[in-house]
């Protein structure tokens, strides 16, 4: 039985990916809605993409602290 479920993960993984991933990402969205409420969601959406961008910063190997010390006040820059 565990066999026979784990192949048709992969199968449906390799046949409909996108499929699956929008309707993952639409069941945990539509669980977090209801968890925390519309605007906590939003919140959280907002901080993983932030999150997003930094990591791709970093991974692309630009300096993201240098850049981000052009919009902190003087005190905050070295």
Known sequence: ????FKQL???VWQEHRGKFVGTTLGIV???AVL???FWKTIFI???GLIGLFVGMKVDSGEDFWQN????LPPIFRR
């Open 35 to 37: 968890l925390f409420g």
């Open 29 to 31: 969205l539509g669980i």
């Open 68 to 71: 981000l010390q052009r919009f």
């Open 9 to 11: 993960v992969e199968e």
């Open 45 to 47: 959406l907002f901080c």
């Open 1 to 4: 039985m565990k066999e026979d």
